[in-house]
Structures are given as structure tokens and as C-alpha cells.
């Protein structure tokens, strides 16, 4: 059942206390009001802010008001305190009274009369048909004090119908034909996953007039300013694909197939580093970190989340891979920071993380795939590790030669290098280098002007410099995990790493694939 049907049955039974997750206050007033039919006028309407106190809703709602405040001797003004106002409505002899509170949670996590005052209220509203609808924003939890007596429901983001018949009424108030089956469709993309208001506000702005014509664009950029608002949310704004990644193609090929299947993705997420994320969540005396595993733990199991972990090499294109993955296939990649969602405040971390989730939900229609990326499994929580079986673990180490020629054309080709400073460049004595590093060489060749072989002067490779630590990762992957370059597990053999002084750069071999 979706949010209306829930509210009504809970109506109907005399539920007296709701708590609504609302991403729009608004809409959810309205959404009630409708829900009355021909009871509305009847049926005495209130809500409450921290601006302008208890106000009426409707001409029933008015008169209610203004018997509550006459009969407890207390000016209008004092009811912006909300413990006041929880007083003042304690009044059983207003049957069928209805009262909105807006953004309660921001009062009740400092002041515990206002948790007392909620209560206070459950026994008279229940005896007189009276509800106390608590409206507050995606994963606002309830006070332990209050979870047994609250019901809590959740209204949903607009769905692709919903969203549609917003978008026919923007072109009719335009006095523009309605649009093409793909404008809807476009439309649906970029606004899924905001709250109405806003969505409607942006298709009002991206509107031509006279032509119906639809700016698409913009409205995928108020929903990226929306969604970015949001702690450890973010969206990609680059424009790769696959044909900009060179190497790596076993997990090419891999994330494409899975992109093409019948159970693709319509959203990709990007958790970086995702071992430092969850650091130390077992030993946090705070327990903020363990709430967060747990809760991202629940919510990838509940909701299916199909899941890839890339490990390996700093700087082997991990996250490149993520981003060329999304933008081969017109799909959007939102990096998921959860070190990001993390407050001060005890409670908000949660709630942010919650909010982040429902939001993601919203904007994929449930079809997520999250592709972390980690540098080291050293403190991963196991049980976080088997979220990463089904969809596959993959090692990413330095490319071989064929991979970083292709590579080093690419970013020859992106910024723009003469001739003059590629001549006399081998790429054999790249053997080791990461495809960060290669475009890092040619960066300082672009940035200083200088050739090829002048900037390999200023690169010093990790596996020279962090060799030790390199070729333990490399063996703790050894035969564990499948290879991003090719079809198999990961294998390697350690051997003797020669210097090249020539270009601080390393050959270090014994790398094979079956």
C-alpha cells in the first residue's frame, strides 16, 4: 500500500499519533486534506511551525484554534513554543481535530517535554477520533520514548506516473501540445527521485513557451543541485566512456554485460575506499560507525543492491572504471561518501545516511548497482565483504604493456601532445607504472612543455616507492580474486624488481592470468 492507503486504514481505525517521512511537507498537507473527500470542511484542520505557531487550516480548524487558546488563557505568540502548543491541543472535546507539526524531530532531540507532550496526547485522541501528525524528513527516526506508540508512515518521492502527469500539466498551464513519448520518458529520468515541488518548479523554468520545447539539461542539473544538497551525496559531472579506459577489460566487459542484462542498473554508485569508510567500525566507543555498517549492511540486503568491489593498486583506474561504466551506458554515477553522512550530533549520521539510501532508491526505481573501490581488505568486516560475492571481487594491478600503449595514447590524445615532445618515448620503460601515473607523465609534459622522456624524470612509480606494500596486496589477492584485465583469477609471482635510473621507473614482472 502506498502512503495514502496507509494513512486512510490508520484513520479509520482511530490511530491518534503518526509520524510522516516526508520529502515535502506540503504535499503531504495537501495529500490528507484530499484524502477527506467531502469530510474536509467538516473535519477541524491545524498545523503548527516554529515561525507561526498553531495556526487553522481550515474555517473549523480556525474556530478550534481559537477556542483552545481562549480556554487555556494564552496568546497566539506563546505557540511557537511547541510543549505550549502540545498543551493547548490536549483538549478531548474536539472531536475529529486533526493537527499537523512540522519538523518536530528538531525540537524533541534537545527537549524531552516534547517527547512527554506527544504522549500526553495518545489516550484523549484515541477516545475522539483526534490524530497528531508528525511531518519529518526522509530517515527521521522516532524517539525510543515514542516507538511504541507512533505510527510511523513514509510518503514516497513521486513515481514515473506521477511525474508524468506533473509534466503534462506544466505544458498545458504553457499552452503547449503535449510532448513526445520521449520527452516524457527524458523528463522522467531527470526528475525522478526529487520531491514534486521542485520538479515542478524546474520544468516551469525549462519550458519554451512558445515552442513546448523542454531543456532536458536543465533539469538534470537542479535535480544534480538537489541531490548534492543532501551530506554524502554527489553526482559525477564528467563525461567518460569506456573507449576512454584503456586496460582493465575483463571488468569492461564484465560491467557491461551486467549494464545490458535484464536486471541492469539505472543508478551506479560509487563508494570510494570503502575499507576506510568502515575503519575501526568495531571498536568506535561512540557506536556511530557500528549504527552505520549495520544500517548500510540491512539496507544492501533488503534492497538487493548488487555489488562489486574493485581492489587493488592505488592509481590503477578503479574509479575511472566506475565512471566510464556509467557514462557508456547514459547512466548516472553518484558517489555514496558515507564518511560524509557522518555529524557530530548523535542520531544524524544515521538519518543522513537513511535520507542518502531513500534518495538513491527514488532515483533508480530500485535498480542499483554499487561498485566500491578499496586500496587494502586490511580491517574490511567480514560481513561486509560478503555483501561483494555475488556480484565479484576484482584485483586491478599495473597494466601490462599492450594496456598502458593504450593507455599512454589516450592521454597523449587528451592533452593534446606535439610529436616533438612524444619522440623517442618507449613505453617499455613504464613496466610498473600505474595508468595514474602515466597521465600524470604526460601532464607534466603538457604543464611544463617539456618531452616525453624530460617529465619521466619527475614520475616515481608506487611500485618503487611503496614496492613492500605493493607486492603484499599483490599476494594477499594471489589466486583469491578474478583479474579486472582478464578472464580468471589473479595470479602472481613475486620477482626481483630492476631499477631503471634512466627514468626512476621500475620493471617488475612474473604477472600471470588464468
Not at 498545458?172 to 526528475?191: H, N, Y
Not at 563525461?239 to 584503456?246: I, K, N, R
Not at 589473479?490 to 600471470?512: N, P, Q
Amino acid at each position: 500500500m502506498n502512503f495514502l492507503q496507509n494513512f486512510v486504514k490508520a484513520r479509520n481505525v482511530g490511530t491518534p499519533l503518526v509520524k510522516v517521512n516526508t520529502p515535502d511537507s506540503v504535499s503531504t498537507v495537501a495529500a490528507v486534506r484530499k484524502s477527506l473527500g467531502k469530510a474536509e470542511p467538516e473535519t477541524p484542520l491545524a498545523i503548527w511551525d516554529a515561525i507561526n505557531g498553531l495556526l487553522g487550516l481550515n474555517d473549523m480548524g480556525t474556530k478550534a484554534v481559537m477556542k483552545m487558546l481562549k480556554d487555556a488563557d494564552i496568546d497566539k505568540a506563546a505557540t511557537t513554543n511547541l510543549p505550549i502548543t502540545l498543551q493547548i491541543v490536549n483538549r478531548p472535546e474536539h472531536e475529529n481535530f486533526m493537527l499537523f507539526v512540522r519538523n518536530p524531530h528538531l525540537f524533541w532531540e534537545t527537549d524531552p517535554l516534547v517527547i512527554q507532550g506527544v504522549w500526553n496526547l495518545r489516550d484523549p485522541y484515541k477516545a475522539n477520533g483526534m490524530m497528531l501528525i508528525l511531518m519529518t524528513p526522509l530517515g527521521t527516526l522516532l524517539p525510543p520514548d515514542l516507538n511504541s506508540d507512533v505510527l510511523s508512515l513514509e510518503e514516497a518521492l513521486p513515481t514515473r506516473t506521477e511525474i508524468r502527469a506533473i509534466v503534462s500539466e506544466i505544458y498545458t498551464q504553457a499552452g503547449a501540445p503535449q510532448p513526445s513519448e520521449k520527452i516524457f520518458e527524458q523528463c522522467g529520468d531527470a526528475l525522478v527521485g526529487i520531491p514534486a515541488f521542485p520538479g515542478e518548479q524546474a520544468l516551469a523554468m525549462n519550458i519554451t513557451k512558445k515552442t513546448g520545447a523542454m531543456n532536458v539539461k536543465g533539469l538534470w542539473d537542479r535535480k544534480k543541485g538537489i541531490i548534492s544538497a543532501a551530506p554524502g551525496l554527489s553526482f559525477f559531472d564528467g563525461e567518460l566512456t569506456l573507449s576512454d579506459m584503456g586496460g582493465n577489460k575483463n571488468i569492461a566487459d564484465y560491467g557491461s554485460k551486467i549494464m545490458s542484462g535484464k536486471r541492469g542498473a539505472n543508478v551506479i554508485l560509487r563508494v570510494d575506499e570503502i575499507e576506510k569508510a568502515f575503519a575501526g567500525a568495531g571498536t568506535d566507543t561512540s557506536g556511530v560507525k557500528g549504527d552505520l555498517l549495520g544500517n548500510f549492511l540491512s539496507w544492501v540486503e533488503d534492497k538487493k543492491v548488487f555489488c562489486i568491489l574493485c581492489l587493488g593498486v592505488p592509481g590503477a583506474s578503479k574509479s575511472h572504471f566506475i565512471y566510464c561504466l556509467g557514462g557508456s551506458f547514459g547512466k548516472p554515477v553518484i558517489n555514496f561518501d558515507i564518511a560524509g553522512m557522518q555529524d557530530s550530533l548523535v542520531g544524524n549520521s544515521g538519518k543522513n545516511l537513511r535520507n542518502a539510501e531513500a534518495t538513491v532508491e527514488a532515483i533508480s526505481d530500485g535498480q542499483i548497482i554499487l561498485i566500491a573501490t578499496a586500496n587494502s581488505l586490511r580491517g574490511l568486516p567480514a560481513e561486509l565483504l560478503s555483501r561483494f560475492e555475488k556480484g565479484g571481487i576484482f584485483f586491478f594491478d599495473t597494466p601490462d604493456e599492450s594496456e598502458r600503449t593504450d593507455i599512454l595514447g589516450l592521454k597523449i590524445k587528451k592533452y593534446a601532445l606535439t610529436p616533438d615532445q612524444t619522440a623517442g618515448f618507449e613505453v617499455r620503460k613504464t613496466e610498473g607504472w600505474t595508468g595514474r601515473e602515466i597521465e600524470s607523465l604526460c601532464d607534466k609534459a603538457d604543464r611544463l612543455g617539456i618531452t616525453l622522456v624530460e617529465a619521466a624524470q619527475y614520475v616515481v612509480p608506487l611500485t618503487v616507492s611503496q614496492k613492500a606494500s605493493i607486492d603484499e596486496l599483490r599476494e594477499s589477492a594471489n589466486d583469491r580474486y578474478l583479474s579486472a584485465s582478464k578472464p580468471g583469477r589473479y595470479t602472481f609471482t613475486k620477482t626481483t624488481t630492476v631499477i631503471d635510473h634512466s627514468l626512476t621507473a621500475a620493471t617488475s614482472g612474473g604477472r600471470k592470468l588464468r
